[in-house]
Structures are given as structure tokens and as C-alpha cells.
């Protein structure tokens, strides 16, 4: 774990390869999927995750989560998936943040009922909400700040501590602040997982998840991935390496851009609400602005009523009506038919979740360039609403 260099310092060269023979700027590529099995150190395969190009970004990723140990996925869900079922087996309890990304909800639902293994949803994401849930087989503690897409804040040492004291591990998908704007293993938290097509890869091009957290906690998760065989080719890691290299540039333009349009959003009339923790008027500012070193570059709005959410994305010019989030390109989505489409009607009720929320993913365009692209949206869904009147 490295702990003296600088986060850019670290996105940039820990875990790289030494190209001995070329003296290339860049770590190599080590493609093979066959590696010789006798007289080595280490028998290597792709599915064990010990590539030396897994090897070497796994040690970068820990490195900028502050953990020990690191491992790269297939995919954010290959690397949830793995760990639930790393430490939850029939008969066990796990305590789960209700506002949270749809996938995860939805694969704990559907999936965990097969294996015998029991889940409670939060009410809420205070701790409180937590401790209610906790029962005598509670194994493990699940969350997510900011949650995806309601950007609701949980306190990271307040859940740590009361999952220490009672003897429950805690797991958080820190997607949305990623390393540069959020460390939860440094308030105590267990494991942390990454959907790295996300920021870490921050191209819309890369596919892929991670896990950072103990030895002896990646021990247990690794004897789970190399039967599962969740694993990312070479390929896809040497890209998600090259990503990372520019992560704190990224990250830092997009937090200064959402917070501006945060406000921009938040004091526009044709604006219902916003929800970005950047915002003083967020109910958990406070708590965000302890555990944060940034905002991030997510949030997500309404608009007034009679504005039709669908027709405003199909208006904007610049900012793109895409899935995912967090490339360099600004995108817009809405979670009821997207992130959080598996989801009932009454669960995404629940949350907050409706027709009318537009997810926003700030990208590192010019703010202006943003702000003119939403306002000649707002005047094309406000212009067509009209005319369905008349």
C-alpha cells in the first residue's frame, strides 16, 4: 500500500510495468492466456486474476483506496456479485441501503432468495435506519454514497462504527465520489467496490469493476472470483490503467463543473428540484462536506410540472441522452426506465425515483457550452407543451 505519494502521482505510475526490453514509456501488454506452470513463482492464468497486467493495476487501485489489496473485474456487478457471495451463505442476514444503484438491488432480490440468504432494505440511510434492520444472523452491512440517482449521503464512520460493534463487515459502492473525491476505508469501512466503467475508466469505452479492501478480506473474495470467473481480459485492463493516469484531472473539472450547474439548476424556474450534495440546501451538506474531499460530478432534477422529462433529453444538442455515466461527456438519462428500470413501481416510489428525475453526469465541456445546450432544451419541451394546450 502506498501511502507517501500523491493521489496523481499514484494514478500515474503505481502498478506500472517496466518494459525491460524496449525501455517503453508505457507498461506492455501481456496478452497470453497460457503462461508455463512449472519452476515458477506464481502459476498464472487470466481467471486467478494474477496476469502481471491484473497484478499491476490491482496494486494502483489499492493504492488509491488506501487498502492493501486490490482486484479488477469483468464488470461493477461481476465485483459486487463476487464479494456478496464471498462473505453471505444460507442463513445469513445483510442490512441494504435503500437508495441505491438499480442493479445491485435487483440482483440481491432476485439472486439471494436462491441461495437461502436473507435482506433488509433500509427505510432510510441514516444510521438509525441501519441499526433497525441488524438481527441476531446479520453478516454484512451494505452501502452507497452518493447514492445512485438520488445523491443521498450515509455517514461513513457512524455506519463503520456500528457495524465494529456488532462484529458486521461493511461494503460500500463508491462509484459516484470514486478515489479522488472519497477514501471509505479511512472512516473505517470494510471493502470498497467500484463499477470502474464509471470514473476509473471515464471514456464511456471500458467495461469493467474493482475491489479494494484487506489481505485477508481479498482472500476470501479471490477464492469466490476464480470459480466464478468474473475476470477482465488484458486488453481491457491495460486500457483501464491509461484511464486512471489522467483520474484526478478528470474528477476535478467535472466537481468544479457540477457544482456550477448545481446552482445554475437550483435557481432556474423551470427546475423543480435538485439533488447534489454540493449544495448547501442538500438536507446532508454537512456530512457530505466532512467525508468528501469534492462533490463529484453527479446529480439529479425535476423539472416543473407539465415538462415532460423524455422530451427535454430528446432536446438537448451537446449533452447526450446515453446510459451510464461519468465519461468526459456530458449525458443525461432517466433511472425509472434505465439504472432502476428492473425495479417495481412501488420500489422505485419508495426512493424517490419517478418519471420526472433526469440523472445528470457532469462532463468537462465548457459550463457555458452545458448551460446553453439545457436552456435550448428547456425552451423546446416548454414551446411543445404549449402547443399540446392549444
Known amino acids: 500500500m502506498t501511502k507517501k505519494q500523491g493521489i496523481q502521482t499514484i494514478c500515474t505510475h503505481v502498478g506500472e510495468i517496466e518494459d525491460t526490453q524496449f525501455k517503453?514509456?508505457?507498461?506492455?501488454?501481456?496478452?497470453?492466456?497460457?503462461?508455463?506452470?512449472?519452476?515458477?513463482?506464481?502459476?498464472?492464468?487470466?481467471?486467478?486474476?494474477?496476469?502481471?497486467?491484473q497484478e499491476g493495476l490491482s496494486k494502483k487501485i489499492a493504492a488509491l483506496e488506501h487498502a492493501e489489496a486490490g482486484m479488477i473485474f469483468a464488470s461493477g456487478m461481476a465485483a459486487i456479485s463476487t464479494t456478496l457471495l464471498a462473505f453471505l451463505k444460507a442463513g445469513d442476514h445483510i442490512v441494504v441501503q435503500n437508495t441505491l444503484y438499480g442493479g445491485t438491488s435487483n440482483f440481491i432480490r432476485e439472486q439471494f432468495p436462491k441461495y437461502g440468504i436473507e435482506f433488509s432494505f433500509t427505510k432510510g440511510y441514516e444510521v438509525a435506519d441501519f441499526e433497525a434492520e441488524i438481527k441476531a444472523n446479520t453478516k454484512v452491512v451494505y452501502i452507497e454514497t452518493?447514492?445512485?440517482?438520488?445523491?443521498?449521503?450515509?455517514?461513513?464512520?457512524?455506519?463503520?462504527?456500528?457495524?465494529?460493534s456488532k462484529g458486521l463487515l461493511t461494503i460500500i459502492d463508491n462509484t459516484f465520489a470514486s478515489p479522488v473525491n472519497q477514501n471509505p476505508i479511512d472512516?473505517?469501512?470494510?471493502?470498497?467496490?467500484?463499477?470502474?466503467?464509471?470514473?476509473?475508466?471515464?471514456?464511456?469505452?471500458?467495461l469493467a469493476g474493482a475491489v479494494a479492501c484487506s489481505e485477508a478480506h481479498m482472500r476470501e473474495i479471490w477464492s469466490v472470483a476464480k470459480n466464478l470467473g468474473g475476470s477482465l481480459s488484458d486488453f481491457m485492463v491495460w486500457m483501464l490503467e491509461r484511464s486512471i493516469?489522467?483520474?484526478?484531472?478528470?474528477?476535478?473539472?467535472?466537481?468544479?463543473?457540477?457544482?456550477?450547474?448545481?446552482?445554475?439548476?437550483?435557481n432556474h424556474k423551470d427546475i423543480k428540484e435538485v439533488n447534489y450534495p454540493g449544495l448547501k440546501s442538500h438536507?446532508?451538506?454537512?456530512?457530505a462536506k466532512s467525508q468528501m474531499k469534492?462533490?463529484?460530478g453527479m446529480m439529479s432534477f425535476e423539472l416543473q410540472e407539465?415538462?415532460?422529462?423524455?422530451?427535454?433529453?430528446?432536446?438537448?444538442?451537446?449533452?447526450?441522452?446515453s446510459m451510464s455515466l461519468a465519461g468526459v461527456e456530458s449525458t443525461m438519462l432517466s433511472p425509472y426506465l434505465t439504472?432502476?428500470?428492473?425495479?417495481?413501481?412501488?420500489?422505485?416510489?419508495?426512493?424517490?425515483?419517478?418519471?420526472?428525475?433526469?440523472?445528470?453526469?457532469?462532463?468537462?465541456?465548457?459550463?457555458?457550452?452545458?448551460?446553453?445546450?439545457?436552456?435550448?432544451?428547456?425552451?423546446?419541451?416548454?414551446?411543445?407543451?404549449?402547443?399540446?394546450?392549444?
Open 245 to 266: 493516469k489522467t483520474l484526478v484531472l478528470r474528477v476535478k473539472a467535472q466537481n468544479r463543473n457540477a457544482k456550477k450547474l448545481a446552482k445554475f439548476l437550483a
Open 339 to 390: 439504472s432502476h428500470g428492473l425495479m417495481s413501481q412501488e420500489e422505485r416510489d419508495s426512493i424517490g425515483v419517478t418519471a420526472s428525475l433526469i440523472r445528470f453526469s457532469v462532463g468537462i465541456e465548457n459550463k457555458e457550452d452545458i448551460i446553453q445546450d439545457i436552456e435550448q432544451a428547456l425552451a423546446a419541451v416548454k414551446k411543445k407543451a404549449k402547443q399540446e394546450v392549444l
Open 24 to 53: 517503453g514509456a508505457v507498461s506492455p501488454i501481456y496478452m497470453s492466456t497460457s503462461y508455463q506452470f512449472d519452476e515458477v513463482d506464481v502459476r498464472r492464468y487470466p481467471r486467478s486474476f494474477n496476469t502481471p497486467n
Open 294 to 296: 469534492g462533490f463529484g
Open 283 to 287: 438536507p446532508q451538506y454537512a456530512l
Open 146 to 164: 452518493p447514492s445512485n440517482p438520488m445523491l443521498t449521503i450515509t455517514d461513513l464512520k457512524g455506519i463503520s462504527d456500528l457495524a465494529k
Open 187 to 206: 472512516f473505517g469501512i470494510d471493502i470498497v467496490v467500484h463499477s470502474a466503467t464509471k470514473y476509473l475508466g471515464g471514456h464511456s469505452d471500458i
Open 306 to 321: 407539465g415538462l415532460d422529462a423524455l422530451e427535454f433529453q430528446k432536446a438537448l444538442k451537446l449533452i447526450k441522452p
